[in-house]
Nanobody, 121 residues
Framework: QVQLVESGGGLVQAGESLRLSCAAS????????MAWYRQANGKQRELVARITNSGSTTYADSVKDRFTISRDNAKNTVYLQMNSLRPEDTAVYYCNGDRRFGSVRLGNSYWGQGTQVTVSS
């Protein structure tokens, strides 16, 4: 009932920037938080950044002061601005939508197909 489509990934050099976009459609009123996760080869999927309907944000320690999550409500789109990219940021980045009560997920979790970000040294 919620569809998420990511775009904006690619291959960049260390120190450069990318902006990822996630366009949401369907029953978006059923979610109250959107997030970006990433999964590198051989590693666990991890939360990168989350934004709630109230505008509250949270970031992984590894991306604080470099990445910014934001919303454009008119376009039903969430963004991840990634600056000062490092090789360790290389991963598949996934857009996520949830209904949450604090750290507890309620109901379904929705995922995009993922977009590859590769950062060369």
């Amino acid at each position: 009932q919620v569809q998420l489509v990511e775009s904006g990934g690619g291959l960049v050099q260390a120190g450069e920037s990318l902006r990822l976009s996630c366009a949401a459609s369907g029953s978006i009123s059923s979610i109250n938080a959107m997030a970006w996760y990433r999964q590198a080869n051989g590693k666990q999927r991890e939360l990168v950044a989350r934004i709630t309907n109230s505008g509250s944000t949270t970031y992984a320690d590894s991306v604080k002061d470099r990445f910014t999550i934001s919303r454009d409500n008119a376009k039903n789109t969430v963004y991840l601005q990634m600056n000062s990219l490092r090789p360790e940021d290389t991963a598949v980045y996934y857009c996520n939508g949830d209904r949450r009560f604090g750290s507890v997920r309620l109901g379904n979790s929705y995922w995009g197909q993922g977009t590859q970000v590769t950062v060369s040294s």
